[in-house]
């Protein structure tokens, strides 16, 4: 007993004995001077000199600014000793806020994790500037305030084009003023050169129009909606925005109004470009679903009868053509994701109805579809895998098929209408698995590549019995 009651004796000395040393080793800091402004200006790096004291190891001082009781922004500045440390704090400039009391928030914290603050109170105003300046590729516009809106400015040109990519620079404005820029879809502040403003007019090019600027609103213009062959589309709601109206074949459609339009797929089948940046719509006159899709970026064209999406008439030969596709006759190893639109990767078919995609109808019961290899559609050069492409005659079906006659065929790389260039590329196949059973369908051949990015034009013709399917290469 008299051993384990010194046992405990020695542990209890050698904790209090540690405890001290740990007592010894906390230190809170304090902060003994400081200095800044008392009155800044939004887009100002104020200066923030603070003098911190501290016997145990520190491990930064940071500075943060508040408004609203929100934070706003944070500057850190590394502090490993007492001392008298420098920074700058950017006051951010946003919109929508008034003019008003903010406050500043010193903090010195050691590496125990104890720290000491000092909160210290700031006026913060946004500025007037005399002018700002639009900067595009055509040149750089001065933007003048306009009367009686202290905060608006406005610059009105002929400019070269009535779809203008700009940045708005804001001058220094002030002792400790910023030169920055606004940009991108939201008009935010502190913009990079790429982050341009998407202004757009429907205008003659080379007429006058006015481009503004709100710099306490964020409000710019002119934008314009994001619109199909001049009809805008409404709100979108989880990234679609549907219209249906009627459209004529050889109409000009231009794509306003989306600020990234250029990395949108445009579906070739239903548009062909012009040198001035507008479409052609290949198909016939008619009625027409267009869905934008902002999560895939391209529009799904889908024709129409009434209200509902167009199924094949047989009498007349008009109506909706639709394809399908997926794993053709040979699964093999590669990836089952092998037809789809805009791509196979990003939205394969899989041979899901929900998923059937419209051919264009042309006009005389004639139908066609282009499809882009190792974009659209598998490139099919890896041994065993194919795929294949069935017809239908329902908007979302697989149950009513064309019978199909395969009457010009691509052989060999890149492809000749005849068998001299070499082995056949796409065979004419009956469908099993998830395909409608007997199906024909127009399946590639395994291990025979169709090369890389090279558009396939599949035309059906509807007006013989079966249905005649044309392979060419755009």
């Not at 007592?23 to 100002?44: F, H, K, L, R």
């Not at 903090?107 to 000092?118: D, G």
């Not at 069935?390 to 065929?409: G, K, M, W």
């Amino acid at each position: 007993m008299r051993r384990k009651t010194k046992l405990f004796l020695l542990l209890g000395m050698s904790s209090a004995v540690y405890a001290c040393k740990e007592e010894v080793q906390i230190d809170t800091p304090g902060i003994t001077s400081y200095q800044t402004v008392d009155v800044a200006y939004m887009g100002d790096s104020i200066p923030v000199d603070i003098t911190v004291d501290g016997a145990y190891t520190l491990n930064t001082i940071k500075a943060t600014f508040f408004q609203n009781n929100q934070q706003i922004a944070e500057s850190i500045i590394p502090a490993n000793k007492a001392g008298t440390y420098s920074n700058k704090l950017l006051v951010p400039f946003i919109k929508a806020i008034a003019d008003g009391p903010a406050e500043i928030q010193l903090m010195v914290k050691n590496r125990n994790f104890n720290y000491t603050t000092v909160t210290v109170p700031i006026q913060v105003t946004r500025p007037k500037f005399p002018y700002l300046t639009l900067k595009t590729a055509y040149g750089d516009y001065r933007m003048d305030p306009l009367a009686g809106e202290p905060y608006r400015y406005a610059v009105t040109a002929a400019f070269p084009s009535t779809k203008l990519n700009a940045l708005i620079e804001a001058p220094a404005y002030g002792k400790n003023g910023n030169r920055f820029l606004f940009g991108g879809a939201s008009i935010s502040a502190y913009a990079t050169n790429r982050d341009s403003i998407p202004f757009q007019i429907v205008r003659a090019p080379g007429s006058t129009y006015t481009v503004s600027f709100d710099t306490r609103s964020f409000e710019a213009a002119p934008f314009l909606k994001p619109s199909f062959g001049g009809i805008e589309f409404p709100g979108f709601t989880n990234n679609m925005a549907v219209i249906e109206a009627e459209f004529k074949q050889n109409q000009l459609i231009g794509l306003d109004g989306i600020a990234d339009i250029a990395n949108w797929w445009i579906n070739p089948s239903f548009l062909s470009g012009n040198p001035d940046g507008t479409y052609k719509f290949r198909a016939m006159d008619g009625k027409y679903r267009i869905t934008a899709d902002q999560a895939l970026k391209y529009f799904k064209i889908e024709p129409m009868v009434g209200d509902a999406l167009a199924n094949f008439d047989p009498v007349s030969k008009t109506g909706g053509v639709w394809v399908n596709g997926g794993i053709g006759d040979s699964d093999g190893s590669a990836p089952k994701e092998r037809f789809g639109i805009p791509s196979m990767a990003a939205n394969p078919s899989l041979w899901n109805p929900e998923k059937n995609v419209a051919m264009a109808p042309l006009g005389n019961g004639i139908y066609q579809i282009k499809l882009v290899a190792n974009q659209a559609l598998f490139l099919s050069n890896v041994s065993g895998s194919t795929v294949g492409l069935a017809f239908y005659q329902t908007s979302r079906s697989l149950d009513s098929y064309f019978p199909l006659a395969l009457v010009q065929n691509l052989y060999g790389s890149p492809g000749q209408p005849t068998s001299a260039g070499g082995t056949t590329r796409f065979e004419l196949r009956t469908s099993t698995g998830n395909v409608s059973k007997g199906a024909p369908i127009i399946s590639t051949v395994s291990n025979r590549t169709l090369g890389a990015n090279r558009t396939y034009v599949f035309t059906l013709d509807t007006k013989v019995f079966p249905a005649a399917v044309t392979i060419t290469l755009e």
